[in-house]
């Protein structure tokens, strides 16, 4: 009797085992498959296959020609802005030979814009025309163009044009052809004297204006 009753009892225990055992296996395997249906249905409503976002999204195309149309603008505007650096300036007109007073080591003299002083040659004749020419221009140079004062220059005499060589109109003072050392350095003196015929143009500094 008592093994009869111990393997009834036993029986029923494993009984019971199983059918917890098949209640467990049936109550995980539905909690695990809520959180896959889950899962799924956010990755498929997350999916930009269709609907309103996906057709007001740009095209790569369209939003590259933006970017350019707006840069285009943008560097016209930029560039139409841009103020002239040459606002206000005056530059003399092509062939004008500007005269200026420059400080020298004999003083204020006459001198081109450049810094090359001038002369007159004691052969000239007053209102006449250059003499020095063929082998003696090769050395003094006659000052040519159209002659027009530094603009805080004020020159005492007065400047003119004569016919030169070669129908060349070379600048006067006071009627008296200028000529430049050929070869000299800015602001050097040492034709002065020459021959006893080559003379720079004596200045004072009341001649510009400030000083």
């Not at 609907?51 to 939003?63: D, E, H, N, Q, R």
């Not at 103020?83 to 020298?104: C, D, E, K, L, R």
């Not at 000529?179 to 200045?203: C, D, E, M, Q, R």
Request: net charge positive.
């Amino acid at each position: 009797m008592r093994k009869s009753g111990w393997t009834v009892a036993t029986g029923l225990s494993s009984l019971v085992l199983l059918l917890t055992a098949c209640g467990g296996s049936s109550s995980s395997t539905s909690t695990t498959g809520a959180p896959s249906a889950t899962v799924t249905q956010g990755t498929a409503s997350s999916s930009p296959s269709s609907g309103p976002a996906a057709s007001s999204t740009s095209s790569p195309k369209s939003t590259a020609k933006a970017k350019a149309t707006s840069a285009s603008s943008s560097a016209k505007q930029t560039a139409e802005a841009q103020p002239s650096g040459n606002a206000g300036v005056t530059f003399p007109a092509i062939g004008t030979t500007v005269i200026i007073v420059q400080h020298s080591n004999l003083g204020w003299v006459m001198a081109t814009a450049n810094g090359l002083v001038v002369y007159t040659y004691g052969k000239d004749s007053k209102g006449g025309r250059p003499t020095c020419t063929g082998s003696c221009a090769s050395v003094w140079a006659p000052v040519t163009g159209v002659p027009k004062a530094g603009p805080a220059d004020n020159f005492p005499g007065t400047f003119n044009v004569v016919t030169g060589a070669g129908g060349k109109k070379v600048i006067t003072y006071n009627g008296y052809p200028l000529y430049t050392f050929v070869g000299a350095p800015p602001l050097s003196t040492k034709g002065n004297g020459l021959g006893g015929v080559w003379h720079v143009i004596i200045l004072s500094a009341s001649d510009i204006s400030g000083v």
